[in-house]
């Protein structure tokens, strides 16, 4: 007679462990990541970041240091240039690359202190907008119809042209012109929160307006604005330049890149150099703040992504 082989047991490890989902940074990061124009653009917003912030140790000179043996040297590359300017210099002997890479802290300066100052002034008022309703809500929103009938920069300019030139009131300048933007946006959202159910919970459990407003509601309209914020951070980098190129902005002779486009208007037919370098900064910069914008409304909106 043949026994019969005992039944083989499972070994507790050999059962498969259940897959933990992915936690909410690591699902943002799979949907931002899947969008290669978006991570091209934060390296670069990263690396302008990185230029801005240690621009004394990588700048080769000073922005203001002038040489009369090198006006209007070409770059390294050309005829005639020398590898102590590699991109070259300006009219009255200054380096091109040290005064790209100061005016990229100053750049990005302007365009994040603009925009921070316009998110925090357009969340006040589309809060305000959205919970108070009425009379308070029809001011608030003709206003921002008003500004948004009038051609950006054309206003950017009344602004300054009123205040004054100058660096501090051309931001302010062009914080006003991006500000209806973000209470149009804030007030969307706070409309379409309010009626929710969570919303009515914590009201019946006693909850007061500024608990509504900063703890409950404006959490949940966070994502919108992030988008917003930084595609508004490459036109405000934009406007900036543009009043700068007109005289309105930064004064010389800070290295901002629009300032330094109006410097060397004179020279474009001689010293392709001096025009073709700043504008390609503005180019690069403001091209990798939108592609990463994409890239956050894509990875932000649970209706966009795959």
Same mark, same amino acid.
């Given at each position: 007679m043949v026994?019969?082989?005992? *039944?083989?047991r499972?070994?507790?490890?050999?059962?498969?462990? *259940?897959?933990?989902?992915p &936690?909410?940074?690591?699902?943002?990061?799979?949907?931002?990541?899947?969008?290669? &124009?978006?991570?091209i &653009?934060?390296a670069?917003?990263?690396?302008?970041?990185?230029v801005?912030? #240690?621009?004394?140790?990588?700048?080769?000179?000073?922005?203001?240091?002038?040489n009369? @043996?090198? #006006?209007?040297?070409?770059?390294?590359?050309?005829?005639?240039?020398?590898? $102590?300017?590699?991109?070259?210099?300006?009219a +009255?002997?200054?380096?091109?690359?040290?005064?790209?890479?100061?005016?990229?802290? %100053?750049?990005?300066?302007i365009?994040?202190?603009v925009?921070?100052l316009?998110?925090?002034?357009g969340? !006040?008022?589309?809060?305000?907008?959205?919970?108070?309703?009425?009379?308070?809500?029809i !001011? +608030?929103m003709r206003?921002?119809?008003?500004?948004l009938t009038?051609?950006s %920069?054309?206003?950017?300019?009344?602004?300054?042209?009123?205040?004054?030139?100058?660096?501090?009131?051309?931001?302010?300048?062009?914080?006003?012109?991006?500000?209806?933007?973000y209470? /149009?946006?804030?007030?969307a959202?706070?409309?379409?929160?309010v009626?929710?159910?969570?919303? =009515?919970?914590? /009201?019946?459990?006693?909850?007061?307006?500024?608990?509504?407003?900063f703890?409950?509601?404006?959490?949940?309209?966070?994502?919108?604005?992030?988008?917003?914020?930084?595609?508004?951070?490459?036109?405000? +980098?934009?406007? @900036?330049?543009? %009043?700068g #190129?007109? &005289?309105l902005?930064?004064?010389p *002779?800070?290295?901002?890149?629009? =300032?330094? %486009?109006?410097d060397?208007?004179? #020279?474009?037919?001689? @010293?392709?150099?001096?025009?073709?370098?700043?504008g390609?900064? +503005?180019?690069?910069?403001?091209? !990798?703040?939108n592609?990463?914008?994409?890239?956050?409304?894509?990875?932000?909106? *649970? $209706?966009? $992504?795959?």
């Amino acid at each position: 007679m043949v026994e019969s082989s005992p *039944p083989m047991r499972a070994s507790a490890g050999s059962a498969v462990a *259940p897959t933990a989902p992915p &936690g909410p940074l690591r699902e943002f990061w799979i949907s931002f990541s899947a969008n290669r &124009g978006a991570v091209i &653009g934060m390296a670069i917003v990263l690396t302008l970041l990185l230029v801005a912030l #240690f621009a004394p140790w990588l700048a080769p000179h000073l922005p203001d240091q002038t040489n009369s @043996a090198a #006006f209007l040297k070409p770059p390294a590359w050309q005829e005639g240039g020398s590898l $102590k300017y590699l991109l070259g210099t300006d009219a +009255i002997g200054r380096d091109i690359l040290s005064r790209l890479i100061h005016g990229a802290r %100053l750049s990005l300066s302007i365009g994040l202190g603009v925009v921070a100052l316009s998110v925090v002034v357009g969340i !006040a008022l589309g809060l305000v907008a959205g919970f108070a309703r009425g009379i308070v809500e029809i !001011a +608030i929103m003709r206003l921002m119809d008003i500004v948004l009938t009038l051609p950006s %920069l054309l206003l950017a300019i009344v602004i300054v042209a009123i205040l004054g030139p100058g660096l501090i009131n051309a931001m302010l300048a062009v914080a006003v012109v991006l500000l209806p933007h973000y209470v /149009r946006l804030t007030r969307a959202s706070v409309v379409a929160e309010v009626s929710k159910d969570y919303v =009515t919970a914590a /009201r019946i459990s006693g909850a007061g307006t500024a608990r509504l407003m900063f703890s409950e509601v404006l959490p949940n309209c966070a994502a919108p604005l992030i988008v917003q914020a930084s595609l508004g951070i490459s036109t405000a +980098i934009l406007d @900036a330049a543009a %009043l700068g #190129f007109l &005289g309105l902005g930064a004064q010389p *002779p800070s290295p901002e890149w629009g =300032t330094m %486009l109006a410097d060397a208007r004179e #020279f474009v037919l001689r @010293a392709w150099w001096v025009v073709t370098f700043p504008g390609l900064m +503005i180019l690069v910069a403001v091209l !990798a703040f939108n592609l990463m914008g994409d890239g956050l409304r894509d990875a932000l909106d *649970p $209706k966009l $992504k795959k």
